[in-house]
């Protein structure tokens, strides 16, 4: 069992700077590939970033690549998001999540555990 607790969301201007923080209890956190997903009003859940269970492999959706950067500390239990030129569309809940597996033939992806999100804003 693993329990995320995600934190740094807020309010920023266009143009402007974040960095999420989502720390995880359990001694299986360094074995799990781990992302970040995010939420906007009226929209689905959509990927944002996955980071490996190593940290040596990560891949962005195309709408952030470029801006953000996920990391992990495996000493700390912590995966982080950096971004960085934020946008108006970037703002939504963003949601970290464990044990995240890329499903083949585009099909998306599927989570093993989810935290319960923190709001970004960012306003124009």
């Known amino acids: 069992q693993v329990q995320l607790v995600e934190s740094g969301g807020g309010l920023v201007q266009a143009g402007g700077s974040l960095r999420l923080s989502c720390a995880a209890s359990g001694r299986t956190f360094s074995s799990y590939a781990m992302g970040w997903f995010r939420q906007a009003p009226g929209k689905e859940r959509e990927f944002v970033a996955t980071?490996?269970?190593?940290?040596?492999?990560?891949y962005y959706a195309d709408s952030v690549k470029g801006r953000f950067t996920i990391s992990r500390d495996n000493a700390k239990n912590t995966v982080y998001l950096q971004m960085n030129s934020l946008k108006p569309e970037d703002t939504a809940v963003y949601y970290c999540?464990?044990?995240?597996?890329?499903?083949?033939?585009?099909?998306?992806?599927?989570?093993?555990?989810w935290g319960q999100g923190t709001q970004v804003t960012v306003s124009s």
């Open positions: 999540a464990a044990d995240v597996v890329s499903e083949p033939y585009g099909l998306g992806y599927t989570v093993g555990y």
């Open positions: 980071i490996s269970w190593s940290g040596g492999s990560t």
